[in-house]
């Protein structure tokens, strides 16, 4: 049985309470904290730097620190998020010049690296350099906005990545971000992810706790 993780997306976050809020996500039973860092060119809209990781980790967030690049260029900035304390650094195809190199370039900054594919996305990125990834990211839903809707189109593609990981032999993450909450979480499970990225659906509930585990029974009826 997959170990799976829940990843609250500080993108629905208060901003203004944003320590308070990923320390009680943490303390409510969250395996990761996901960044959405968006550039406002990559995809229409702008959001946060390496300065808000740090913050974090000098604020004492311990916890795994997941951030997703939205970002073209991206490779100018991963030693920034890097040296920010980014656990996971992960990052789109489209936006690197050379995938195989971006790759490196996050392994050699102590980060461990993630490939992004958007819904529309081939897996065909994945075929020559599945054995330099940590983790892989399907996007459930069109990148730079919260709240939108799941893609159903997304659990045959979930399915397919889980069978080239499986087949790989090593132990790489396969996350889902978008529109994830408890009444789909379950399915999404049962196609092979084991990485769940939720914003709205935890950060807008009133109470964090039950939300994740909501979530968790969801997923252990799903295997």
């Not at 970002?71 to 195989?100: M, Q």
């Not at 490939?115 to 459930?140: G, I, Q």
């Not at 080239?164 to 032999?169: E, H």
């Not at 993450?173 to 999404?188: A, M, P, T, Y």
Request: some cysteine; hydrophobic content about 50%; overall charge negative.
């Amino acid at each position: 049985m997959r170990d799976c993780w829940i990843a609250p997306s500080i993108l629905s976050a208060d901003f203004a309470r944003l320590g308070e809020e990923v320390d009680a996500v943490i303390a409510a039973g969250a395996d990761l904290v996901h960044f959405d860092v968006m550039d406002n060119h990559y995809v229409p809209n702008l959001t946060i730097g390496p300065l808000v990781c740090e913050a974090l980790r000098k604020h004492g967030v311990k916890a795994p620190i997941d951030v997703h690049l939205m970002v073209k260029p991206v490779d100018r900035i991963i030693p920034d998020f890097a040296a920010a304390g980014a656990t996971y650094i992960s990052f789109h195809p489209e936006a690197s010049e050379h995938v195989d190199r971006t790759l490196q370039l996050i392994h050699e900054h102590g980060a461990k690296s993630g490939l992004v594919l958007n819904p529309a996305t081939p897996l065909d990125w994945l075929e020559h350099v599945l054995d330099k990834v940590d983790l892989v990211l399907l996007m459930s839903v069109n990148p730079g906005f919260g709240g939108q809707q799941f893609i159903e189109a997304t659990l045959t593609k979930i399915a397919a990545v889980r069978a080239r990981i499986d087949r790989a032999g090593r132990p790489i993450r396969l996350e889902v971000d978008g529109g994830v909450k408890i009444s789909n979480i379950g399915k999404i499970a049962a196609a092979g992810a084991d990485t769940f990225v939720a914003g709205s659906a935890i950060f807008g509930a009133p109470n964090y706790a039950a939300t994740m585990a909501a979530m968790r029974r969801e997923i252990a009826a799903a295997k």
